[in-house]
């Protein structure tokens, strides 16, 4: 039975982080119909960020948050406006676009392998071993916090999303771009905000995960995938979908241990996404669009 | 208020007006009428700015209107009810009513507004909560009608507001659009149903194949000779 408890409170830690990473992907695909393949180079660029300001200036990585991803939000501008900006979308500009954005994740493992060699690196604080009772399940303190910190994340977005101007406008130009126009909201700079916001996601879910797994320039190969995998189960942009199918993701693998090696749980997900694509073909990338 | 300047438009190489002329005075409502693919939509497109037109110029009192981006015409004063309504499927009635107030010339009014519009149609009211995807023709029309007037229009352009909507919805649409006229606001009206065109409008165009056939009083239109045996049927 503990064993039983502390296997859903790890899934349920661990689909905060999932969560978090996936929904920057879905949000990027649902308003520019855009693969953002360099997610996976964001997700590693947050870890080493994180690691680079602990390890140099000793700043806890839950400080650096904020400027991390304040910071991630305008370079994923910069790069709406200097790149993504000029590429064709949608099913158009599907190849093109998948071929930037991998070349950019390309560059930066590149210069990340420059910098900081490919050796693995870990983000230790103080707390990073530290462990408390939580339902009767020894719980790890950190694991703790990476959960609270994607769910405030998921909260704010979802408000952000439902409840200001700016989110329902990003809402609809999803839905309609041209009807956008034609009310006054100016749809490049939604498509720009956006990109930004799914680059800050995907940096922020990098310096959470730096702080879980040993890391490389590769880390966020892995990531990427498992985003796909929560898309495709939860559809795009609904936040509430998207926590379900982080949630099935991560207790698929947590509990995959009782039955397979260690070494193949990360498999497990992959399976799931197989298995998702073949009994509902349709359902890849789901069809409500930011509701 | 409007004036269209022998605008030339195409969508790639197709041509699809060719130095259309036409003019809206202030507190008329003057109708666009033409068959299927003459170029309505198209006009409305170069007046909304979704459709830069190749020459020719379009003026709002009195204002160029090349150099001003589509999205900032709403703040002028110019809203447009789409031919397919348009809406946003997923957003409900609520939202997307809201959306309509998005310019800051017309947030501060917002709540106002949409009292007015709710008063207007009151089965909005009715559906606030509901998702613009999964209500009928006439409410979605109803709903695009509305979401223009959240922005506090003077100048209205309405494609087609008739279309594929039952005979009794046409005609509350039509007394809608006759209550917006007489309460100030100026219309360009775009219709396929001549007779309840020129029933309303003050003045009408007729254009086939990208330009200007016929022109004049609706009462002139009406009593033209090749437009009763062409359209009305008579
Ligand atoms: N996006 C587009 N791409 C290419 N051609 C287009 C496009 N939109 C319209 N056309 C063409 O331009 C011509 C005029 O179209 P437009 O929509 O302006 O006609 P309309 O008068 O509004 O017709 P309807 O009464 O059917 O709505 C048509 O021949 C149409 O095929
Ligand atoms: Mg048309």
Request: include cysteine; glycine fraction near 10%.
């Amino acid at each position: 039975m503990d064993r039983f408890a502390e296997l859903v409170i790890a899934s349920v830690l661990l689909a905060g982080l999932y969560a978090t990473m996936a929904y920057g992907l879905g949000l990027i695909y649902g308003v520019l119909r855009i693969v953002n393949l360099n997610h996976g180079g964001m997700i590693m660029a947050g870890a080493y960020a994180g690691w680079y300001l602990h390890s140099e200036y000793g700043i806890d990585p839950y400080l650096s948050l904020l400027p991390v991803a304040a910071v991630s939000f305008l370079l994923g501008i910069a790069m709406y406006r200097g790149l993504v900006h000029r590429l064709p979308r949608g099913a158009a500009g599907g190849v093109q676009s998948l071929l930037l954005l991998f070349g950019v994740w390309l560059v930066m493992r590149n210069v990340a392998y420059l910098l900081f060699t490919g050796n693995d690196q870990t983000l230790r604080t103080s707390y990073s071993t530290r462990a408390a009772v939580l339902a009767g399940a020894l719980v790890s303190v950190n694991r703790v916090a990476v959960f609270a910190v994607a769910l405030a994340t998921l909260i704010i977005l979802h408000i952000l999303l439902t409840r200001t101007y700016l989110g329902k406008a990003i809402r609809a130009v999803a839905q309609n771009p041209d009807s956008c126009t034609l009310v006054g909201i100016r749809v490049e700079r939604i498509y720009a905000l956006t990109f930004g916001l799914g680059t800050a996601l995907a940096a922020i879910a990098g310096l959470l995960g730096a702080t879980l797994f040993p890391f490389n320039p590769s880390f966020g190969a892995g990531e990427l995938l498992k985003s796909f995998v929560v898309v495709v189960l939860g559809g795009l942009g609904s936040v509430a979908g998207t926590a379900i199918a982080a949630l099935i993701l991560a207790a698929v693998e947590v509990f995959a241990i009782l039955f397979i090696p260690a070494y193949l749980t990360a498999a497990v997900g992959f399976v799931l996404l197989v298995l998702v694509l073949v009994l509902r073909p349709g359902g890849l990338f789901g069809q409500r669009v930011l509701g | 208020m409007l004036e269209v300047r022998a605008i030339d438009a195409a969508y790639g190489d197709v041509q699809v007006l060719a130095g259309l002329s036409l003019e809206v005075r202030e507190k008329e409502i003057v109708t666009l009428l033409g068959s299927n693919g003459a170029g309505k939509t198209t006009t409305l497109r170069c007046v909304t700015g979704l459709l830069a037109p190749r020459k020719g110029e379009v003026l709002f009192r009195g204002q160029p209107l090349s150099k001003v981006a589509a999205s900032d015409r709403a703040g002028l004063g110019i809203a447009l009810v789409p031919e397919a309504r348009e809406l946003w499927p997923q957003l409900t009635v609520r939202e997307n009513l809201e959306l309509g107030a998005y310019d800051k010339r017309a947030r501060g009014r917002a709540a106002q507004n949409l009292d007015r519009v709710q008063v207007m149609f009151p089965r909005l009211l009715e559906r606030r909560s509901q998702v613009a995807g999964s209500l009928s023709g006439g409410e979605q029309q109803m709903c695009a009608i509305g979401r223009a007037l959240m922005s506090e229009p003077s100048l209205l352009l309405l494609d087609e507001p008739s279309l594929g909507l039952a005979p009794i919805v046409v005609e509350q649409m039509f007394e809608a659009i006759r209550a917006l006229h007489a309460s100030g606001m100026t219309i360009l009206l775009v219709e396929q149903n001549l007779a309840a065109a020129l029933e309303i409008a003050t003045r009408g165009y007729v254009i086939e194949t990208g330009q200007v056939k016929l022109s004049g009083t609706a009462a002139e239109l009406r009593s033209d000779p090749k437009i009763r045996a062409a359209y009305l049927g008579l």
